[in-house]
């Protein structure tokens, strides 16, 4: 019996990707009096993970270049903060936006980075784990098979429970190649 067999859960492998995205679908509303809009035809912004509240980095246009604020972000729209002035800028070059937080760093969010990944979660936890000066304790570890690619940024998700990835650690079979990892980890608590 292979060590995937003995792996009866599956998992999802969440990783933190940038806010960003560029196309030639983004478009620029000047609406007058009303709050000022950038619009992709392409209905990805939301997906791409702007949000409102979020600022947003413009490059590649010909007159809307500069950094703005999301007063709402509803699939191929942000609507920008009143203050906020744009000029009328139809779709056409390649417009990069870019998230940032309010101090002007990039923003990102967690996506599924691999999904239906078999696993075994084992309870019990307890392992001490020094992350810098601060000493941290797993609530659970997780093994997966040897080729699996998940690190200690990451977050495993198993039966609608997430977790942060505090330490992966390789499995090595007698002739020296990864057999298993077992990832240490601790309950994201919202």
């Not at 009096?33 to 600022?55: C, H, Y």
């Not at 084992?122 to 093994?143: F, T």
């Amino acid at each position: 019996m292979s060590f995937t067999g003995l792996l009866a859960q599956t998992a999802t492998i969440r990783r933190k990707t940038a806010v960003a995205k560029t196309a030639a679908t983004i478009s620029f509303v000047d609406n007058g009096a009303s709050p000022d809009q950038i619009k992709d035809s392409g209905n990805g912004l939301v997906t791409a993970g702007f949000a409102t509240g979020m600022k947003v980095h413009v490059t590649g246009s010909t007159l809307n270049d500069g950094t703005y604020t999301i007063g709402t972000a509803a699939g191929g729209a942000l609507t920008l903060d009143p203050g906020d002035a744009l000029a009328d800028e139809t779709a056409g070059a390649a417009v990069t936006l870019t998230g940032a937080d309010a101090y002007g760093q990039p923003e990102s969010v967690w996506g599924d980075a691999y999904t239906d990944v078999p696993c075994r979660v084992i309870a019990g936890g307890g392992r001490e784990i020094s992350i810098g000066m601060q000493l941290v304790v797993a609530d659970m570890a997780a093994d997966f098979d040897g080729d699996v690619d998940v690190t200690e940024k990451d977050q495993v998700m198993v039966d609608e429970v997430t977790y942060g990835v505090l330490l992966v650690e390789p499995f090595r079979d007698m002739y020296g190649a990864v057999h298993h990892k077992r990832a240490q980890l601790q309950v994201v608590r919202m």
